[in-house]
């Protein structure tokens, strides 16, 4: 869900990127038909996600959450550091996010046959409405939220979290920032990935 994230620390490589796209579509074992580097992208996306449960920037950042969220908070966590990383991708990269989302929605539409179904089905809604680029307002925070609660077996007001972003936003940012340092010396010293970070 937080695709932006996923795509920053996976470096500069098409099949990497891609891979850390695909990783919120593919469980279990990864297929031994993928090649070796967008298998690579799905186990660091894996990977990714086990830091950003345990990251002490993260757990914090849930904890200013309000309990109505429930075990849904990771997920809202989750929405809000790609809205960071949107609304401040000046500060990690110098490339404009208007030219790198559109290189991610080409690598899409090139490689969509090989997308797994669900991500298949997203990315045209995704292309067409520049999620990537939009995710940096705070309106646009709310409706994916709200998207992705009608997808939950047990509702919660997911939506809602605006408010806690609106009332806690600059400690959630200094948060983001902290797990944003974590996570690139992470990608580094385990995979070899290097990317840009705030000092």
């Known amino acids: 869900m937080n695709y932006l ?15 850390g796209m695909m990783g919120d579509f593919v469980k279990g074992p990864i297929p031994d038909s993928y090649p070796e580097k967008l298998a690579l992208g799905l186990h660091l996306h894996r990977r990714i996600d086990s830091l950003a449960q ?3 920037h993260t757990r914090k950042s849930r904890q200013r959450l309000h309990p109505k969220f429930g075990h849904g908070r990771g997920i809202v966590i989750d929405i809000f550091y790609d809205y960071f990383l949107a609304s401040s991708w000046a ?19 090139e490689n969509h046959n090989q997308l ?9 809604r995704m292309i067409e409405h520049n999620w990537l680029l939009s995710y940096r307002h705070q309106e646009v925070v709310g409706r994916a939220l709200q998207r992705i609660a ?9 939506a809602e979290g605006v408010d806690d972003l609106a009332t806690h936003e600059v400690s959630l940012h200094q948060d983001f920032r902290g797990f944003m340092t974590e996570a690139t010396d992470f990608v580094k010293q385990e995979f070899g990935i290097t990317v840009r970070c705030v000092p």
């Open 5 to 19: 994230i996923h795509l920053y620390l996976s470096g500069e490589d098409p099949e990497l990127q891609l891979g």
């Open 54 to 56: 345990n990251s002490p």
């Open 91 to 109: 500060d990690y990269s110098s490339e404009p996010l208007e030219n790198y989302a559109a290189k991610v929605y080409q690598l899409l539409r």
């Open 116 to 124: 797994p179904t669900g991500l298949q089905q997203i990315a045209p």
């Open 150 to 158: 009608q997808r939950l077996s047990r509702p919660l007001p997911l």
